[in-house]
């Protein structure tokens, strides 16, 4: 199983609404990864996760919270998102910090 | 910091044709490197990578990509490029000794082959 899956595939929710983006791996992967991709831009960092501990924050709105619930597990919990947090959240992992990135297909999230 | 450099933003080629894509990166430590493709609707994938050894390395699909440390580059190469070769590529360069030890994506090359 070399696979990141990602749930949902798309979502769009309001302002005030709250919720959770998935990702799992079942590569035996200690490092995990989120990352925010706008249309025709590069993925850029948002936190990584390392041995199940937040080691890199790129200063993201604490709006964006992360959680790794287990090796094998990472959340994205989004609250009082704004219209420009639209975007491909993509979630990555890697057998240690530093190996290539094996990544999931993404979810679109719209913020209407 | 490390930063990535793509010159190329948009190539167009007809099949056939050989295609470089140029990257540049920029740390004073030890990199590792990687180039990346994103088909049309299609997750990220690993094309190549470079950790250390022979600087010319190759990957999947015919591409192959060289490391010459003295131009902190690490420039892709197909000899015939393919319709199925349209995409977005992606040249990354994460810190390979105790710098940050996540992946820096450079701008994106996207490449356009007709047929």
């Known amino acids: 199983d070399t696979e990141v899956t990602q749930t949902p595939k798309h979502l769009v929710m309001g302002m005030t609404n709250k919720k959770s983006l998935k990702c799992e791996q079942h590569?035996?992967?200690?490092?995990m990864y989120w990352y925010k991709q706008k249309a025709k831009k590069p993925p850029e960092l948002m936190f990584v996760?390392?041995?199940?501990?937040?080691?890199i924050n790129e200063s993201v709105p604490s709006r964006f919270s992360p959680e790794c619930p287990n090796s094998s597990l990472l959340n994205l919990h989004l609250h009082a998102l704004q219209p420009e947090d639209s975007a491909l959240y993509l979630c990555?992992?890697?057998?240690?910090?530093?190996?290539?990135?094996?990544f999931g297909q993404g979810t679109r999230l719209t913020v209407v | 910091a490390q930063s990535v450099s793509q010159h190329n933003h948009h190539v167009i080629l007809s099949e056939a044709a050989s295609l470089e894509l140029g990257c540049n990166y920029s740390?004073?430590?030890?990199?590792?490197l990687f180039w990346y493709v994103q088909y049309p609707g299609q997750h990220l994938q690993l094309l190549l990578k470079?950790?250390?050894?022979?600087?010319l390395v190759k990957g999947i699909k015919g591409f192959e990509a060289e490391f010459i440390k003295s131009k902190f580059s690490f420039n892709l190469r197909k000899p015939s490029v393919q319709w199925s070769d349209t995409a977005e590529y992606f040249c990354?360069?994460?810190?390979?000794?105790?710098?940050?030890?996540?992946?820096?994506f450079g701008s994106g090359t996207r490449l356009q082959v007709q047929p």
């Open positions: 990354a360069v994460n810190a390979g000794d105790t710098g940050r030890r996540a992946l820096t």
């Open positions: 996760y390392s041995y199940e501990k937040l080691s």
């Open positions: 740390y004073g430590g030890t990199v590792n």
């Open positions: 990555a992992s890697s057998r240690v910090p530093g190996a290539e990135a094996f």
């Open positions: 470079y950790f250390s050894g022979d600087p």
């Open positions: 590569m035996g992967h200690r490092a």
